[in-house]
């Protein structure tokens, strides 16, 4: 069954640390991609891969982190510098045929 | 940088009534594609149109794009309940060389459709 896993669905996080979102994709696509969305809002792009062992800033990086050591993962941490990190996280992929982006089910984060 | 803009920001209709939603964009795209999204969920991709195309028709849903005015438009016909989500537009602009797409979304339609 192909797709992509975002883990954890919910996520809670005190002030001063960091967290780190799972996306997981088993479609054997190349390019991954991490947005935030805010209540009401459209997305935001954060980071973006579309490679193995490189990735690029979006729009609004201050104050997160990636990887990708594999193509299947591209895991996002949030940092104690983000001031303002409750959000919805969704990460999609997108393969080479260039038919659109797939998403996961994202992950809700929230500041306690 | 937000590029595409949808217009209306909420729409409200009964079943069986069409719903049409537009996007404006600013720059030169290489195609323009249209996503949904039930509340909590991920964006669902419902259709790409490219830039040398002028009409798409997927099922219910119908996109147009209009290059020189810079718009697309989304209809979806006969509204079911099960439409209500939020309905966004992305483009992906023109690339100087190979590599992926890099969509830029809009703020997004909400779309409620009355039983």
């Known amino acids: 069954d192909g797709g992509i896993t975002q883990s954890p669905k919910y996520l809670f996080r005190k002030e001063g640390q960091n967290v780190t979102l799972s996306c997981e994709q088993n479609?054997?696509?190349?390019?991954m991609y991490w947005y935030r969305q805010d209540p009401g809002q459209g997305l935001r792009l954060i980071y973006y891969?579309?490679?193995?062992?490189?990735?690029q800033k979006g729009d609004i990086a201050e104050g997160y982190s990636v990887s990708r050591e594999k193509k299947e993962s591209f895991p996002l941490t949030v940092t104690s510098a983000q001031k303002n990190p409750t959000a919805f996280y969704l990460c999609?992929?997108?393969?080479?045929?260039?038919?659109?982006?797939?998403f996961g089910s994202g992950t809700r984060l929230t500041v306690v | 940088s937000q590029q595409g803009e949808e217009d209306p920001q909420a729409l409200s209709i009964q079943e069986g009534e069409n719903a049409t939603m537009n996007c404006s964009y600013k720059?030169?795209?290489?195609?323009l594609q249209w996503y949904r999204q039930n509340s909590g969920r991920g964006l669902v991709h419902l259709i790409l149109?490219?830039?040398?195309?002028r009409e798409k028709h997927s099922g219910r849903l119908r996109v147009t794009l209009d290059t020189s005015k810079k718009s697309s438009s989304l209809l979806i016909t006969a509204s079911r309940a099960a439409d209500t989500a939020s309905y966004f537009c992305?483009?992906?602009?023109?690339?100087?060389?190979?590599?992926?797409?890099?969509?830029?979304f809009g703020a997004g339609t909400r779309l409620a459709v009355h039983p």
């Open positions: 999609a992929t997108e393969g080479p045929t260039n038919y659109g982006y797939t």
């Open positions: 479609l054997n696509h190349d390019a």
């Open positions: 891969s579309q490679i193995v062992n490189d990735f």
């Open positions: 720059t030169s795209i290489n195609n």
């Open positions: 149109i490219r830039s040398n195309e």
């Open positions: 992305a483009t992906a602009p023109i690339r100087f060389s190979g590599g992926y797409n890099k969509l830029i």
